[in-house]
């Protein structure tokens, strides 16, 4: 099958590229790793794409005082191999490495995972875990601040709005000293994640989270476990991790709470050794 037809515009400037997206039926390609297969299996439709992968404001990356802002068009690969004069925390240089193969980190951004919304992405649940902002724009309109942790309204459904575009991913700079742990299961190397697990903790900051994702919905906060794993330095058990999933995700299968269990016990063990 192949796609509909549509046509390719690539706008010079980021003020260009909201005024075409305004338009009905236009849709935003970043690196394009979602939006091609869809389009070649007709489940998207749009009468045009507007590319903004190359737009010099959606591809730098920047520490503003006490935070790091990395631009939307900013490639996995990128993150991976890091960029001079900047510092990213190790827990995104190792998720990067992660994702699919080399030739789609090439290619896929941080912002077009973002807003495509997979609960199965790993930026979408590491971003959460992280308690990253992401800056948003439409037009001449002030950028506005979404914290991840609420942009995600359901499976590839977000907070964005017609002619907006996610400019940035902020976090705080201190991050690159978090500690973290990070674990996802997929049947094999490159698909997508059958379940993940994520904790990061910043004592100095009093910062502690705790994430599930690949939920096939939003990434489930684990609070409590967060304030108990930070509090006492321990671990929770594991009839406490599959007492919290079942809590949370009532609907999920005895098969995914327990991948979801084994991700999650996993990241935990990379803070909290037994």
Same mark, same amino acid.
């Given at each position: 099958?192949?796609?509909? *037809?549509?046509?390719?515009?690539?706008?010079?400037?980021?003020?260009?590229? %909201?005024?075409?997206?305004?338009?009905?039926?236009?849709?935003?390609? +970043?690196?394009?790793?979602?939006?091609? *297969?869809?389009?070649?299996?007709?489940?998207?439709?749009?009468?045009?794409?507007?590319?903004?992968?190359?737009?010099?404001?959606?591809?730098?990356?920047?520490?503003?005082?006490? =935070? &790091?802002?990395?631009?939307?068009?900013?490639?996995?690969?990128?993150?991976?191999?890091?960029?001079?004069?900047?510092?990213?925390?190790?827990?995104?240089?190792?998720?990067?490495? %992660?994702?699919?193969?080399?030739?789609?980190?090439?290619?896929?951004?941080?912002?077009? %995972? &973002?807003?495509?919304?997979?609960?199965?992405?790993?930026?979408?649940?590491?971003?959460?875990?992280?308690? +990253?902002?992401?800056?948003?724009?439409?037009?001449?309109?002030?950028?506005?601040?979404?914290?991840?942790?609420?942009?995600?309204?359901?499976?590839?459904?977000?907070?964005?709005?017609?002619?907006?575009?996610?400019?940035?991913?902020?976090?705080?700079?201190?991050?690159?000293?978090?500690?973290?742990?990070?674990?996802?299961?997929?049947?094999?190397?490159?698909?997508?994640?059958?379940?993940?697990?994520?904790?990061?903790?910043?004592?100095?900051?009093?910062?502690?989270?705790?994430?599930?994702?690949?939920?096939?919905?939003? *990434?489930?906060? &684990?609070?409590?476990?967060?304030?108990?794993?930070?509090? =006492?330095?321990?671990?929770?058990?594991?009839?406490?991790?599959? +007492?919290?999933?079942?809590?949370?995700?009532?609907? +999920?299968?005895?098969?995914?709470?327990?991948? &979801?269990? =084994?991700?999650?016990?996993?990241?935990?063990?990379?803070?909290?050794?037994?």
């Amino acid at each position: 099958m192949k796609p509909v *037809p549509f046509t390719h515009d690539i706008p010079q400037t980021l003020m260009i590229a %909201s005024k075409t997206m305004a338009a009905e039926g236009a849709k935003i390609v +970043a690196g394009g790793q979602s939006i091609g *297969p869809m389009l070649n299996l007709r489940l998207v439709r749009p009468t045009s794409l507007v590319g903004i992968a190359h737009l010099d404001e959606l591809r730098s990356v920047q520490v503003k005082g006490d =935070t &790091l802002s990395i631009g939307s068009a900013v490639t996995h690969a990128q993150i991976e191999d890091g960029m001079d004069g900047i510092e990213f925390p190790p827990m995104l240089r190792h998720v990067a490495r %992660s994702i699919a193969y080399r030739a789609v980190r090439n290619k896929g951004t941080v912002g077009g %995972s &973002l807003a495509h919304a997979d609960p199965a992405a790993d930026w979408v649940t590491t971003m959460t875990a992280l308690g +990253a902002d992401l800056v948003i724009q439409k037009g001449r309109s002030k950028a506005r601040r979404e914290p991840m942790a609420g942009f995600m309204r359901g499976a590839y459904r977000t907070r964005l709005q017609a002619g907006e575009v996610i400019l940035a991913v902020e976090m705080p700079v201190a991050m690159d000293q978090a500690l973290w742990g990070y674990e996802k299961i997929c049947r094999k190397v490159g698909e997508f994640a059958d379940a993940i697990g994520a904790v990061v903790i910043h004592p100095d900051l009093k910062y502690a989270r705790v994430v599930v994702g690949a939920t096939e919905d939003t *990434p489930v906060l &684990l609070d409590d476990m967060a304030y108990h794993i930070a509090r =006492t330095a321990t671990a929770p058990s594991l009839q406490d991790i599959d +007492a919290a999933l079942a809590a949370r995700l009532p609907g +999920a299968s005895a098969i995914k709470r327990q991948l &979801l269990k =084994t991700a999650l016990s996993r990241a935990i063990a990379k803070v909290i050794p037994s």
